[in-house]
């Protein structure tokens, strides 16, 4: 008899079929894309959250986890906040626009919400609050409702977005730092996807 050698099934790569790297921020035309499409269906909910991302520059962990009392003061909306990183474990403060603190108080007045409620209870389990993956999937449909292929973006995408904007605004990079709450000014350059020609184009712009 004779035994055919032991050949290992070739294990599929975990990234096949996937893309990956930084996912791109939204650009100012796609804001309002989203923005003006939630207004139009009256989703107030989905209209304070997607807001409230944009203006947070929070990781999805943080920002579902954000509770009335984080954005209230004296029974209205503030117009700045400071939240206490889950991964960093660092303070990181946030202005909120007038865009965001409206979607807000209409949210919280609708859903009667006391200030130690979450800002986002779940719909969907028995979490107190919106769980990441679900907020992945409003993510993913809110791209989708503006033509642009969801694969490509995530909710680091929102994170980015008003960063990535201040940053062509002013290429402050250290403003820029103190708003994502890095430790890192690296980490800052890294996600923010600096390149050597932007550095080069600075530095020609720049007379000394």
């Known amino acids: 008899m004779f035994y055919l050698p032991y050949q290992p099934i070739p294990k599929q790569p975990w990234?096949?079929?996937?893309?990956?790297?930084?996912?791109?921020?939204?650009?100012?035309?796609?804001?309002?894309?989203?923005?003006?499409?939630?207004?139009?269906?009256?989703?107030?909910?989905?209209?304070?959250?997607?807001?409230?991302?944009?203006?947070?520059?929070?990781?999805?962990?943080?920002?579902?986890?954000?509770?009335?009392?984080?954005v209230l003061n004296g029974g209205s909306?503030?117009?700045?906040?400071?939240?206490?990183?889950?991964?960093?474990?660092?303070?990181?403060?946030?202005?909120?626009?007038?865009?965001?603190?409206?979607?807000?108080?209409?949210?919280?007045?609708?859903?009667?919400?006391?200030?130690?409620?979450y800002l986002f209870p779940s719909r969907v389990t028995s979490s107190p609050h919106l769980s990441t993956r679900q907020y992945a999937r409003?993510?993913?449909?809110?791209?989708?409702?503006?033509g642009?292929?969801?694969t490509v973006y995530g909710t680091h995408?929102?994170?980015r977005t008003k960063a990535s904007l201040i940053y062509k605004r002013t290429q402050n990079i250290r403003a820029i730092q103190l708003l994502l709450g890095h430790t890192k000014l690296e980490s800052t350059v890294r996600y923010l996807g600096i390149e050597v020609d932007d550095v080069l184009e600075m530095a020609e712009q720049t007379e000394v």
């Open 15 to 70: 990234n096949k079929g996937k893309l990956i790297g930084q996912k791109p921020p939204l650009k100012l035309n796609e804001i309002w894309g989203i923005r003006i499409r939630l207004q139009l269906a009256r989703n107030i909910r989905e209209l304070a959250l997607f807001n409230l991302a944009i203006d947070s520059k929070l990781r999805a962990c943080d920002l579902v986890r954000l509770r009335a009392q984080d």
């Open 77 to 117: 909306v503030t117009t700045r906040s400071m939240v206490i990183q889950k991964k960093t474990q660092l303070s990181v403060q946030f202005e909120l626009t007038s865009h965001t603190r409206l979607a807000l108080e209409n949210w919280i007045h609708k859903e009667g919400l006391k200030p130690q409620d």
């Open 138 to 146: 409003l993510v993913s449909k809110w791209i989708s409702s503006i």
């Open 148 to 150: 642009l292929d969801s």
């Open 157 to 159: 995408s929102l994170r």
